[in-house]
Each structure stands twice: as structure tokens, then as C-alpha cells.
């Protein structure tokens, strides 16, 4: 088998997984939940082009053939669906909307109320620290809706995450400042930073990616969790 075959094998497989995953998708949100005849369409071509694709040598031209029949087919369902369920599930309108009126509201709060938002605390974090962890749990959540949506992976049940994502952001953005400046205290004896811009980019970075920030607190729990078992206060 040439690379020219190998590659056209390994597209045709993308292709059915990508179909597979986009069906089951669809179907979880509400499509064809009235017509099972078209779900079992669809599926079985999908199952056509997998038994193809699996035979020595694979059968790529009835593979191929199974595949379009399986998009056309869903397609066709999909645009049978009414325009509020394509706004919804296909192009993620809802959650663009809530992350874009986040967005300007962050932007709002930072621009036009400035000197009350700057100089406000919270339980000893400055308001920008949020605001900063908010902005970047809406900047992950426009990567990852954009994601799912080019992938056909847009699932009912992940909308109470992308709603969470900012409020979460800005709670991680808050507890990395407080890191960060517990830590900077103790290594030069001083409250004043070096740079506030640093801390800023900081706080957006963990919103933007709860792993690392989380990994920074897991990393902190076990630092004091050995200190303290040094100490025999454990």
C-alpha cells in the first residue's frame, strides 16, 4: 500500500469518526428525536462505510459512497430543523451571546467606572484581579466554543460550563493574586510588586486555563502539606 493510499485511509476514517461524533451530537440535542427511521439512515451508512473501510484490501470507493450518502442524509436533517435549533446547537448563538455580553460588561466595569472598580477589595484582591481571571475565562470560553462548533461537538449539557467559565475565571484570577503576592511578600520582605501588569497577565492566564491554575494550588497544598509534616503540625 503506497503513502498516497495510506493518507486517503486515514482521511476516510476521519471523515467517519467526524460524522459518527457529529450525529451522536446532534441527536443528544434534540435532532431527529421524532424520526428514527432517519437516525437509522444515517447510521446505518456510517456502518456500511465502517465494514468497507475494515475489509483487506479496504473497499474506499463504497467506503467513500457510504460516507457522502451519511452527509447528505444528515445535512438534510439538520436543515429540516427549525432556525432557532440551528442558532442554538449548530452555531452556538446562546453562549456567544451570554460571552460576548460578559465581555462588554468587563470592559464596562474597567473603563467607565474605573476609579470605583480599581480601588474596590475583596477579602484583600483588588477588583482588576477578577476582572482580569473573568476576561480569561471568556477568552477560553470563545477558543472552545469555536471548537466545538467547527467540529460539530456543541452539546446541550456543556452550556452550564461556558456560564461558569467567567465566574470561575475570576474566582482563579483572584487566588493566583493572592499567591503570587503572599509569595512575592515573603521572598523580598515587601508588599509593593514590581510590576501590576505581570500580576494582571497572570490572573487572565488562569482564567483562561483552569489546569494551570489549579496545578499552582495543588502544587501549594503539597508544598504546605510537606511543611508541615517537617514541623509536626500534621
Not at 28 to 51: Q, V, W
Not at 72 to 91: D, G, M, V
Request: include cysteine.
Amino acid at each position: 500500500m503506497t503513502m498516497t493510499d495510506d493518507r486517503e485511509l486515514s482521511a476516510l476514517s476521519d471523515d467517519r469518526e467526524f460524522i459518527r461524533q457529529a450525529l451522536y451530537t446532534a441527536n443528544e440535542n434534540g435532532l431527529l428525536k421524532n424520526k428514527p427511521d432517519e437516525y437509522r439512515r444515517i447510521s446505518d451508512a456510517i456502518s456500511l462505510a465502517s465494514e468497507a473501510l475494515s475489509k483487506v484490501p479496504p473497499d474506499r470507493k463504497k467506503a467513500t459512497e457510504k460516507l457522502n450518502e451519511a452527509y447528505f442524509l444528515f445535512n438534510q436533517a439538520i436543515n429540516k430543523e427549525s432556525f432557532e435549533w440551528r442558532l442554538i446547537y449548530q452555531h452556538g448563538a446562546g453562549v456567544l451571546a451570554y460571552l460576548v455580553l460578559v465581555l462588554i460588561g468587563i470592559f464596562m466595569a474597567w473603563f467607565l467606572r474605573s476609579p470605583e472598580i480599581l480601588d474596590l477589595e475583596v477579602l484583600w484582591v483588588p477588583s482588576w484581579a477578577f476582572l482580569w481571571g473573568a476576561m480569561g475565562g471568556v477568552l477560553y470560553g470563545f477558543w472552545i466554543l469555536w471548537h466545538f462548533v467547527a467540529y460539530g461537538e456543541l452539546r446541550k449539557y456543556f452550556f452550564v460550563r461556558f456560564f461558569s467559565l467567567p465566574l470561575m475565571g475570576g474566582i482563579l484570577g483572584a487566588l493566583v493574586y493572592l499567591i503570587f503576592f503572599a509569595g512575592f511578600i515573603a521572598v523580598t520582605g515587601g508588599a509593593q510588586t514590581a510590576s501590576e501588569s505581570f500580576i494582571m497577565l497572570l490572573c487572565a492566564l488562569a482564567g483562561f486555563s483552569s489546569k494551570w491554575a489549579i496545578d499552582i494550588l495543588n502544587n501549594l497544598t503539597d508544598m504546605i502539606k510537606v511543611g508541615a509534616e517537617k514541623t509536626g503540625a500534621l
